[in-house]
Nanobody
Framework: QVQLVESGGGLVQPGGSLRLSCAASGRTISSYHMGWFRQAPGKEREFVAA????????RYADSVKGRFTISRDNAENTVYLQMNSLKPEDTAVYYCAADDTDRLYPSRGAGEYDSWGQGTQVTVSS
């Protein structure tokens, strides 16, 4: 399995921006669909965004569409989540995940992902 480490979280004011990174090691991510999920206190883990192996297909949760952008640099073995216009309801621990199945498009389901990072905290507050 690939090992994933997230970074870039922190405290930001409403309307601000953050860029999360997910650095992979152990295997190249070029054969994986990659996803970002988040979990707020007392809530279930939810889908945020996903990107296909080649980067040609992306998927977003309705709650972040137009504000968040997922991207990947397979040469750097890294996936990114650019988060703009942040809202207090975006506060959560954000997790990076990898799916090494041969499905054609990345899934929105957490159960479809095989490898997970430890998470990075994002807090949006004034």
């Amino acid at each position: 399995q690939v090992q994933l480490v997230e970074s870039g979280g922190g405290l930001v004011q409403p309307g601000g921006s953050l860029r999360l990174s997910c650095a992979a090691s152990g295997r190249t991510i070029s054969s994986y669909h990659m996803g970002w999920f988040r979990q707020a206190p007392g809530k279930e883990r939810e889908f945020v965004a996903a990107i296909a192996r080649s980067g040609g297909v992306t998927r977003y949760a309705d709650s972040v569409k137009g504000r968040f952008t997922i991207s990947r640099d397979n040469a750097e073995n890294t996936v990114y989540l650019q988060m703009n216009s942040l809202k207090p309801e975006d506060t959560a621990v954000y997790y990076c995940a990898a799916d090494d199945t041969d499905r054609l498009y990345p899934s929105r389901g957490a159960g479809e992902y095989d490898s997970w990072g430890q998470g990075t905290q994002v807090t949006v507050s004034s």
